[in-house]
């Protein structure tokens, strides 16, 4: 099991733009068990961005289906994914492993068509709606060296310190509020 170190808030490295990736390999392969083992390792995570452990290509992971009762499509490994579609707009609360305390609400569109390569290179398209569509787009943001931070409606009155209420809700598994 390998867990990588992720950076955090305010490192400047995450505010780097992230390249496509020109080969889907076995050694890709390798790194993205190990983007997926430390993603798992996180209570709760959901999400993780190859950025986000220092490696800057275009790669992100997002599993909701231990969320209950959410409409999704399992394990997803997206390699240079880009969003083709957006529809509706709609506020939620997000976290993420490189901010670690705190949550934000945040802006994003109800559904998304996203078209990506897997990790055997085969060119997939997905429609997702609600949390798993705004987990993407947290995602892609990292690629582009953006932080839900960077997007909140409001710093004053949208931002929220994690103790109590976020650990809570991270312990029993539910709500907006899980790392990624
Ligand atoms: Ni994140």
């Known amino acids: 099991m390998v867990v990588?170190?992720?950076?955090?808030?305010?490192?400047?490295?995450?505010?780097?733009i992230s390249q496509p990736v020109q080969r889907v390999d076995d050694a890709l392969r390798t790194?993205?068990?190990?983007?997926?083992?430390?993603?798992?390792?996180?209570p709760g995570g959901v999400g993780i961005a190859a950025p986000q452990v220092g490696r800057f290509q275009r790669i992100v992971i997002v599993d909701v289906s231990a969320k209950p009762k959410i409409a999704n499509h399992g394990r997803m490994i997206l390699v240079n994914p880009e969003i083709l579609s957006w529809e509706g707009m709609?506020?939620?609360?997000?976290?993420?492993?490189?901010?670690?305390?705190?949550?934000?609400?945040?802006m994003r569109a109800e559904r998304v068509t996203v078209s990506?390569?897997?990790?055997?290179?085969?060119?997939?398209?997905?429609?997702?709606?609600?949390?798993?569509?705004?987990a993407i787009q947290h995602e892609i943001d990292h690629l582009d060296g953006l932080l839900?931070?960077?997007?909140?409606?409001?710093?004053?009155?949208?931002?929220?310190?994690?103790?109590?209420?976020?650990?809570k809700k991270r312990r029993r598994g539910e709500g907006g509020a899980t790392p990624r």
């Not at 709609?90 to 945040?106: A, I, L």
């Not at 060119?123 to 709606?129: D, M």
């Not at 839900?148 to 650990?167: A, H, I, M, P, Q």
């Open 31 to 42: 790194f993205i068990a190990e983007l997926e083992q430390t993603m798992r390792h996180s």
């Open 116 to 134: 990506a390569l897997d990790e055997q290179g085969e060119p997939r398209e997905y429609h997702c709606e609600g949390y798993e569509a705004r």
């Open 148 to 167: 839900f931070l960077d997007r909140l409606v409001s710093r004053r009155t949208d931002l929220f310190r994690r103790k109590n209420y976020g650990e």
């Open 90 to 106: 709609v506020k939620g609360r997000e976290g993420c492993m490189s901010v670690p305390d705190y949550t934000g609400n945040v």
């Open 4 to 16: 990588l170190e992720i950076f955090t808030y305010p490192d400047e490295r995450l505010k780097q």
